[in-house]
């Protein structure tokens, strides 16, 4: 089991004992590690895999899971998901108790499942990867982090400036043998298909139908984009008319720059353009909660 040691109140030596105990308890012969950084992380699981690991439990937010799961996908070991970040996309969707006992519970008494990954010119990402807008709102969150706001908060307020002063961008989108050209402040990228109506917007029925799921919005105007944005959160979004949503395994996007910034499960990284997206159908395997339990 590999762990953030400063996700989930883990800071404290005492919350680190504890939950070493919970998974030792339900997991014979379990080894717990708390790591300090992503790199820590995939590192440990790099050493766990080849010391013969067959589960290796990630323990964090969604970025410390994805990073952990770019190692464990491809090879014959299960990734089991202990959600203690701030939104948990990848735990929730796949029906994971948001606390640490039930969630440690939910994994021992599981079933291995298999589920599809994204890719984008080699890097993984198991919930989305977004252009434009976000790359900018996460780096200005981080600053705000940085200097003491709640993951929360600092989020609002890097969103509020983003959107003050936010350029668009042109992409130019290759899929399904269709050519796309559209200005755009927002590219969204989904591994699977996201609800975009109800109670459950923004949740995933499935991870596995074996596609990526593009959203690129046609609002242009600051008034516009806040229009949309609100009828995304009602549920009253239309395809054809304020966005383009294609769905495909893969697809090719151009920006007009030769690097580009992209956002990864919410951590940013800067890549050679043009973007070459691809599902990677039930790469991975997971531990999942046995229905009806």
Request: charge should be positive; aromatic fraction near 4%.
């Amino acid at each position: 089991a590999i762990v953030n040691r400063t996700a989930g109140g883990m800071v404290a030596g005492e919350s680190r004992r504890e939950l070493a105990r919970l998974i030792e308890g339900a997991f014979a012969g379990a080894a717990v590690i708390f790591a300090g950084s992503g790199g820590d992380a995939v590192q440990a699981a790099k050493k766990a895999l080849g010391q013969g690991s067959t589960l290796v439990i990630a323990g964090g937010g969604d970025g410390t899971i994805s990073a952990i799961a770019s190692v464990v996908a491809g090879t014959p070991a299960v990734l089991g998901v202990l959600p203690m970040g701030t939104l948990n996309h990848f735990a929730k969707d796949l029906g994971i108790p948001t606390d640490l006992p039930s969630a440690v519970g939910a994994l021992a008494a599981g079933r291995e499942v298999r589920v599809d990954i994204g890719e984008v010119n080699g890097r993984v990402f198991i919930n989305n990867s977004g252009l434009g807008l976000y790359p900018v709102i996460v780096r200005l969150r981080e600053k705000k982090q940085e200097q003491g706001a709640s993951k929360r908060r600092a989020a609002l307020a890097a969103a509020a400036r983003a959107l003050a002063r936010y350029r668009l961008l042109t992409v130019h989108v290759i899929a399904n043998g269709q050519e796309i050209i559209r200005k755009t402040p927002i590219v969204f990228v989904g591994n699977n298909e996201y609800t975009r109506e109800g109670l459950s917007m923004g949740t995933r029925p499935r991870l596995d139908a074996g596609k990526l799921s593009l959203v690129i919005p046609h609002a242009a105007g600051r008034l516009r984009l806040l229009w949309f944005s609100l009828r995304a959160l009602l549920g009253r979004d239309r395809p054809g008319q304020d966005l383009d949503i294609i769905s495909a395994e893969e697809f090719v996007i151009g920006a007009g720059h030769r690097f580009v910034q992209v956002t990864l499960d919410g951590e940013v990284a800067t890549m050679d353009a043009p973007l070459r997206y691809r599902i990677r159908p039930g790469a991975l395997k997971v531990m999942a909660p046995t229905p009806g339990s």
